[in-house]
């Protein structure tokens, strides 16, 4: 743990060195892998409006929220959005949000937030999510997310279903005259945590 500089300053190297907010959900998006999330989406909508920077999901159906803010003042705007002021209708079971070194203290967070400071390159968890901020509500506007998110891919991947897309190894086997291609595992084989009954995060 390291002592946080004053609100408002940044250190020397996030200075020089200015992030975008595309490359700071950029970084997200790999953090919340890291984190073992097993499906991570990014500037994504749903139904209440809300559209995270990148929410992640591990076994048991556990989100995880990263919103990234590039400068002070996004952050303390970020406070009026409907979705901030009725936390029980937003997403994530943990939230967090990312930023540059030294720019929010812990004491700036809302309620159970997370902080998570890009210093050096890398990111560094300074203050731990609650786990149990999603509601009912919340939970449905994630499957709201979830399900358009696939819609979207079904509507890409026309003309097949996604039911389809997904047993394309199943045709891999019948080009392949009854065997799969070297190198690739049947579907079944597939590591997927959402299908192991341990319901541990």
């Known amino acids: 743990m390291f002592l946080l500089p004053e609100a408002g300053r940044q250190d020397p190297e996030a200075r020089a060195q200015p992030m975008t907010h595309a490359q700071l959900v950029e970084k997200a998006v790999r953090w919340l892998r890291s984190y073992r999330c097993g499906v991570v989406l990014s500037e994504q909508a749903c139904v209440s409006g809300e559209m995270p920077d990148a929410i992640g999901w591990k076994r048991a159906c556990h989100s995880v929220l990263v919103e990234c803010k590039v400068t002070r003042s996004d952050f303390l705007a970020d406070r009026a959005k409907p979705f901030r002021l009725k936390p029980e209708q937003a997403v994530g079971c943990e939230r967090f949000y990312l930023v540059p070194a030294g720019m929010v203290r812990c004491e700036d967070l809302p309620t159970g937030w997370g902080l998570l400071e890009l210093r050096r390159g890398r990111i560094e968890m300074t203050h731990a999510s609650a786990?149990?901020?999603?509601?009912?509500?919340?939970?449905?506007?994630?499957?709201?997310?979830?399900?358009?998110?696939?819609?979207?891919?079904?509507?890409?991947?026309?003309?097949?279903?996604?039911?389809?897309?997904?047993?394309?190894?199943?045709?891999?086997?019948?080009?392949?005259?009854?065997a799969l291609p070297e190198g690739l595992a049947p579907a079944e084989e597939e590591a997927n945590v959402f299908l192991e009954a341990d319901l541990t995060l």
Not at 133 to 156: D, Q
């Open 131 to 178: 786990k149990n901020l999603r509601s009912a509500s919340g939970f449905r506007c994630e499957m709201n997310l979830l399900l358009a998110s696939l819609r979207r891919v079904e509507v890409r991947v026309e003309p097949q279903s996604i039911t389809d897309f997904l047993k394309w190894k199943n045709r891999m086997v019948e080009y392949n005259r009854g």
